[in-house]
């Protein structure tokens, strides 16, 4: 892997594939917004993303800052994804990727 410069953030992303079981998607969507302080709450969480097919089968994108990947706070991710386990058909495994690009859609080459 390629280091930075010095000054440059280094970032990670926590990034976990879910699938909900049929007919569960207003409540998740419910719980996941009642949830948004918990969910926000863990140090180092700097963006959360959720994407979601109609079937059901998504994506959490969370970026991090890289000091804050502990146990710790994958107890507390565990913890939030044990709360919606009767709505999941399985509970899922996050995976953790250092993030070597971050553009914006805004910072094209001209």
């Known amino acids: 892997m390629q280091k930075r410069q010095q000054g440059e953030m280094i970032m990670h992303a926590?990034?976990?594939r879910y699938k909900m079981k049929p007919g569960s998607l207003d409540a998740a969507r419910?719980?996941?917004d009642s949830l948004r302080a918990e969910i926000l709450g863990p140090p180092g969480m700097r963006h959360f993303y959720n994407a979601m097919?109609?079937?059901g089968s998504g994506y959490i994108v969370a970026l991090i800052e890289?000091?804050?990947v502990t146990p710790e706070n994958a107890g507390r991710v565990g913890a939030i994804w044990a709360k919606f386990s009767d709505m999941l058909e399985g509970i899922p495994a996050p995976e953790t990727?250092?993030?070597i690009?971050?553009?914006g859609g805004r910072q094209r080459d001209r």
């Open 101 to 103: 690009a971050d553009w």
């Open 14 to 16: 926590r990034i976990t």
């Open 66 to 68: 890289p000091e804050e």
């Open 53 to 55: 097919a109609e079937d």
């Open 30 to 32: 419910k719980l996941q």
């Open 97 to 99: 990727f250092e993030v």
